[in-house]
């Protein structure tokens, strides 16, 4: 039983290992007329459909086949830089379906709604940044790491507080003043 697992175990290895190696001119092309393919079946199943659920079935369509693309490209040129846009295609392809999904609401609700998405987006981005600086580095890069998180930090913070203030404007008064002063504190602008 305990050679049975080894075995099991050993055959997995292999199979993750020849999967994480980088693919070759013909494999490349081959998956990325799949995606070619699969983009257009997709987008065709969106014609049925009417209004704003036709945008937001486009929009994930699209979202869809450029995290296709950009993973395609990480797995035939791998590189710290290639799983960044990964990363990246993923918020931009978020924030396009969540901005789509928006668009049924109105008023300050929906300015919340793209506020915050831009938000999520933005911590997205910053994350995906910090974590090819990280992949990049050694010893002599510690300086750069920690320059990127303090600007990740920054850009997050920022797009919280958008956020956050956005939502004191559904409100009047005391009640916006005391919700705008909330914020600031929360997150430290002045």
């Known amino acids: 039983m305990k050679s049975k697992l080894i075995m099991l175990t050993l055959a997995m290895s292999c199979a993750f290992a020849v999967n994480a190696m980088a693919l070759t001119k013909d494999e490349y092309k081959a998956q990325k007329d799949r995606v070619e393919a699969d983009y257009k079946a997709s987008r065709d199943k969106c014609k049925t459909l009417t209004a704003n659920a036709r945008e937001i079935c486009q929009a994930e369509a699209k979202g869809a086949e450029k995290v296709a693309k950009a993973q395609l490209e990480a797995q035939y040129k791998p ?13 931009d392809a978020a924030y396009d379906i969540a901005k789509e999904k928006c ?7 929906k300015d919340v709604c793209v506020k915050d998405a831009k938000a999520a987006r933005t911590t997205a981005k910053a994350d995906a940044k910090v974590s090819k600086v990280s992949a990049e580095a050694n010893k002599d890069k510690a300086g750069a790491i920690a320059d990127a998180k303090k600007d990740a930090r920054a850009d997050k913070n920022d797009a919280r507080y958008k956020a956050a203030k956005e939502r004191c404007d559904a409100m009047t008064g005391s009640a916006k003043d005391a919700c705008e002063a909330e914020a600031k504190a929360k997150f430290g602008v002045k």
Do not use: I, M, R
């Not at 590189?79 to 918020?91: I, M, T």
């Open 79 to 91: 590189s710290p830089g290639h799983d960044q846009q990964v990363a990246e295609a993923k918020a």
């Open 103 to 109: 668009d049924d609401l109105s008023g300050n609700a």
